[in-house]
């Protein structure tokens, strides 16, 4: 498990959980969105307690000169019936994801565009070029949309994801900014959202012209693979971050 982080090293925003280089010297941004039902700095802390194969955290020990930008959800009801949590958009049920998918057009053009403004802040510091953006659940699925708002940035990675609405992600990304890179990583134990739209959500990118890295693991369920996930998600970053 990692230990606590330096206090002054998180910083709460209205749209954001933010952490700042280990190093203090900050040279490109990683933003990252939770998935439905959880929280960004759930998500945060989780997330930087995963290892890699040599022990390694990624925000201290691999990659200390990057800012972690974990934007946060509304709290939203979920359709009709009286409960409220905390998502990208609304939809039917995670498991399946494709179900009523008129439904979930109107909250993710405006999560879309909320992610798209912090990429715009965060390009006034390191520029297009030294971010990466991405997700994991339903935070990769609305992370992936907003591609074809943005000029082309160093990356995009996903996990336990899936692609809303296919067939207008390849339209709307006709005539886009030259493709990036992009990993994306699956667990083949994933009961909430099942290998295929994984599978899916990397056909769909590939349409698109994207070069693509699959990751297909046995094992992490709805979350990470580690720490074989962890050690292929660092080379990505590494290679793709310029002088990191």
């Known amino acids: ?6 206090d002054n090293t ?3 925003t209205n749209d954001t959980v933010v952490v700042a280089p280990h190093s203090g010297r900050h040279t490109h941004t990683v933003i990252l969105l939770h998935g439905r039902g959880s929280e960004a700095a759930e998500f945060q802390s989780e997330f930087f307690e ?12 691999l990659l200390p000169t990057v ?4 934007p946060k959800a509304g709290v939203e009801d979920v359709g009709s019936s009286g409960i409220q949590l905390s998502q990208w958009f609304d939809m039917t049920v995670t498991e399946r994801p494709h179900e009523n998918e008129e439904q979930q057009l109107a909250g993710l053009v405006a999560s879309v565009e909320k992610i798209a403004t912090i990429v715009h802040r965060e390009a006034k510091e390191v520029g297009y070029d030294n971010i990466i953006l991405g997700g994991i659940s339903q935070g990769c ?3 992936v949309h907003a591609l074809y708002e943005l000029p082309r940035l160093a990356g995009f990675v996903g996990f336990a994801s899936w692609m809303p609405m296919p067939e207008r992600f390849i339209q709307a990304m006709k005539g886009s900014p030259p493709k990036m890179p992009v990993m994306v990583q699956h667990c083949r134990d994933d009961e909430t959202i099942d290998l295929k739209y994984g599978q899916e959500l990397r056909d769909t ?3 698109a012209g994207m070069r693509v ?9 709805h979350w990470f693979n580690e720490p074989e996930g962890i050690d292929d998600l660092s080379r990505f970053l590494a290679a793709h971050l310029k002088d990191v």
């Open 67 to 70: 800012k972690w930008v974990f």
């Open 1 to 6: 498990m990692a230990g606590p982080k330096d």
């Open 141 to 143: 699925a609305t992370a």
């Open 205 to 207: 990118l590939e349409r």
């Open 50 to 61: 995963s290892q890699d194969s040599a022990g390694h955290f990624l925000d201290k020990d």
């Open 10 to 12: 998180v910083e709460l």
């Open 213 to 221: 890295q699959w990751r297909e693991y046995e094992e992490g369920g």
